[in-house]
């Protein structure tokens, strides 16, 4: 298969669904191949590394990228993306991410794993109440969903009444994120992205009514203090931003690596027995089963990544997920070892851009799987998984399981507990967020 093929089979509804395939035909042609005019494509693990490190490549050389779908340049959803730091450059990208970066240093982070643990104790409980009689659950919407949303939402102040819709608006939203999208694609991301936006447009305006301890008001008193420092679109932007990325890559995570793990009872089985191996095991589900598959630059100058030329303004579209399987970088790269040395997997990015949340990512996840299996050792899948028929964040659209597990005997909480944030816990996220002050300042990991 040649690699314009095999660039075919990528973007198809099949390879949307499996791209594994796609990649190693990809691979087949070296670490870096141009799949046509303009645009290479890089599959090694050491290119992909390099790249997303090296400051001659940007993210984008205008405010909104190219294409030919129509209404691109005034779509609401690309202008959700374009105008945030995800695709800004410096100094802009720094300027953008330091107003919220202090929310995610490691002690911020690590303060919250109380209240993660909270919540995580509490919707598995829920889960095994409503599966105790063998009814069906599905872990996305008791669990992979609720959690990531409920923290992110609780640092940026959303109250728990208003969180239901936001899943539909992101899956909307972040078709902007393929690499190739439809007019009808289009405006189904700009119906989310219009939504999401007239909701913190509401909601800046009830910050800077009244404050709080949280990183709306971080963002709203940003604009407002310093002209130049976070312009009106960029603050819709980041938080729209902030929203997505923080819980859309979890929710995948958690649902793609629970997936894996029921699938090798013998390693799930570890897990369940020492907890302390979470670490190892959350960073190899990120490689097996990246939540997020693909992003891109652009060379501002003429590179040569891998030896191949690449012209100034070309475009490196980079397969993270294949990286992640790159047999020059991981030994039998499509097995499942957590007990890989040095392994670190492509899935948060590298660089300027590393995912700002990766370290409340990780978070989440090292508690929720071995809580998940402790809790309810006779989980199972119920049937056939299906995906959503996405490239760039890869997670599942159904994920149903039976847990026949009694709740108090297997976590010890009250299922009549509320699954969502408590009053209390949403406090103390936004203390933590906002660092006992307000405005939190510094650098640390979270949104790309």
Do not use: K
């Not at 199972?380 to 709740?407: M, S």
Request: glycine letters at 8%; charged letters at 20%; a negative charge.
């Amino acid at each position: 298969m040649d690699v314009a093929e095999a660039m075919t089979l990528l973007l198809s509804p099949q390879g949307r669904l499996d791209p594994y395939p796609a990649y190693e035909r990809l691979r087949a042609h070296g670490p870096v191949v141009e799949a046509w005019p303009g645009l290479h494509v890089a599959t090694g693990y050491a290119v992909i590394d390099e790249v997303l490190r090296d400051p001659r490549y940007v993210v984008s050389y205008e405010p909104l990228p190219q294409t030919t779908v129509a209404g691109w340049a005034e779509s609401p959803a690309v202008a959700s993306i374009a105008r945030s730091m995800l695709r800004a450059n410096p100094p802009d990208h720094g300027r953008m991410r330091q107003i919220v970066a202090g929310a995610f240093t490691p002690r911020r982070v690590a303060a919250l794993r109380e209240v993660v643990t909270a919540q995580a104790a509490a919707l598995v409980a829920a889960m095994a109440e409503r599966g105790r009689d063998g009814t069906t659950v599905d872990v996305l919407d008791a669990f992979a969903y609720p959690l990531p949303i409920g923290v992110i939402c609780a640092l940026l102040g959303v109250p728990e009444a208003d969180r239901s819709a936001f899943r539909t608006w992101t899956a909307d939203l972040t078709v902007v994120l393929e690499p190739e999208i439809s007019e009808a694609e289009l405006a189904v991301a700009d119906r989310g992205a219009v939504a999401l936006r007239d909701y913190f447009r509401d909601l800046v305006e009830a910050r800077r009514r009244t404050p709080a301890d949280d990183l709306t008001t971080a963002l709203v008193q940003a604009h407002d203090a310093e002209v130049g420092r976070l312009d009106a679109e960029e603050l819709l932007a980041n938080l729209v931003v902030l929203l997505v990325a923080g819980f859309e890559t979890t929710t995948n995570l958690l649902g793609n690596g629970l997936v894996v793990l029921l699938g090798h009872p013998a390693h799930a089985a570890a897990l369940r027995d020492n907890p302390d191996l979470a670490g190892a095991y959350v960073e190899e589900l990120l490689r097996i089963d990246s939540p997020v598959q693909v992003t891109s630059r652009i060379s501002s100058v003429p590179v040569a990544p891998g030896g191949v030329p690449v012209p100034a303004g070309g475009e490196v579209l980079l397969l993270l997920g294949a990286g992640n399987r790159d047999p020059e970088r991981f030994a039998d790269p499509t097995r499942f070892d957590p007990t890989r040395p040095q392994n670190q997997p492509l899935s948060f990015g590298g660089g300027p851009h590393y995912c700002l949340g990766a370290a409340l990512a990780r978070l989440e996840a090292r508690i929720a799987f071995p809580l998940l299996l402790r809790a309810l050792p006779d989980l199972a899948l119920a049937g056939e998984p299906r995906h959503r028929a996405r490239l760039t964040l890869r997670g599942y659209a159904t994920l149903p399981v039976t847990t026949v597990t009694r709740p108090h005997q297997a976590t010890g909480v009250e299922p009549r507990r509320t699954v969502a944030t408590t009053s209390a816990e949403r406090r103390r996220i936004a203390r933590v967020s906002a660092g006992e002050r307000g405005t939190p300042t510094g650098a640390g990991p979270g949104t790309p």
